[in-house]
């Protein structure tokens, strides 16, 4: 019995969410990319069928030894997100892990339209082999965009904060704290693709869902699929929406009061500590 998705659900899942973030604005020309890491094989997922040029023993951007014996695919540097749906083998391929977690064995199509895996590969692959490493997750979905009013929030040193960044973009609809119950973890700016990026992302990644890297962008995960990684964006860049355009309105709006988030987070149950 399978227990895994499909490869070719995969692919779809991952080009319907590059479309979702480009009708967002939140994935500009080749900025943004997307990995899925599944506990199955080459042979599993045939992979070959749909990437059939190998290259064993490619080096890895870091060691992933949670990861051996799996696969993670990952867009290209480059890539528009909004292309992977009309063409995922030009703009994803595919690395099974070796034992170990060093290289793996690279797939890829002969007519694909990068150079390498995206830039922030490190990030997505150190995530994935935290995830696994200590919660065993059989697949899951990364995804880094930069939707605009989150990152435009970002910007404003008074509320660069974990606390107040949730506090502003939770307080306009009830439900977004249902959908993120531990909201948003708020990183400091760091330079893109570096290591101190890399581990802080993966630090933020164990306690919540997203984590915003400031003046710069997001990451998320999703234990299900890449479209659930792309909802819960969803809520967050429509809170910062909200907010942004109350500040744009000279702060008239209230918003959803303290007390009246708590009165939410108690009708639905909701485990969380920001409220």
């Not at 064993?56 to 867009?75: D, H, I, K, N, S």
């Not at 070796?98 to 290289?103: H, L, S, V, Y």
């Not at 809170?239 to 355009?245: D, I, L, N, Q, S």
């Amino acid at each position: 019995m399978r227990t895994h998705p499909t490869l070719d659900d995969v692919l779809a899942q991952m080009g319907a969410a590059g479309r979702r973030l480009d009708h967002m604005g939140a994935v500009e020309a080749g900025a943004g990319n997307i990995s899925a890491s599944i506990a199955a094989g080459a042979e599993e997922l045939g992979l070959a069928d749909r990437f059939p040029q190998a290259r064993p023993g490619t080096e890895l951007p870091l060691p992933a030894p949670a990861l051996a014996g799996r696969t993670v695919l990952v867009t290209g540097s480059g890539c528009r997100l909004r292309d992977v749906a009309g063409a995922p083998e030009a703009n994803v391929s595919a690395f099974v892990v070796d034992d170990g977690g060093a290289t793996g064995t690279w797939y890829t199509h002969p007519q694909r339209a990068y150079a390498n895996p995206t830039s922030e590969f490190n990030s997505h692959l150190a995530v994935h082999n935290d995830q696994v490493e200590h919660r065993g997750v059989g697949v899951q979905a990364v995804i880094h965009a930069q939707p605009p009013y989150l990152v435009q929030l970002s910007h404003i040193k008074a509320i660069r904060s974990t606390k107040e960044f949730n506090r502003r973009i939770l307080r306009w609809e009830p439900e977004t704290i249902v959908q993120i119950p531990a909201g948003i973890e708020v990183l400091d700016f760091m330079v893109p693709g570096s290591q101190t990026l890399m581990e802080n992302n993966v630090r933020a990644l164990r306690d919540h869902v997203i984590v915003l890297w400031s003046k710069h962008g997001i990451m998320v995960r999703s234990d299900d699929s890449p479209l659930a990684a792309v909802d819960k964006v969803e809520y967050a860049e429509t809170g910062a929406m909200y907010e942004v355009r109350n500040m744009m309105a000279g702060g008239l709006g209230e918003g959803v009061t303290d007390a009246e988030l708590r009165a939410v987070v108690e009708a639905f149950g909701v485990d969380t500590d920001l409220f």
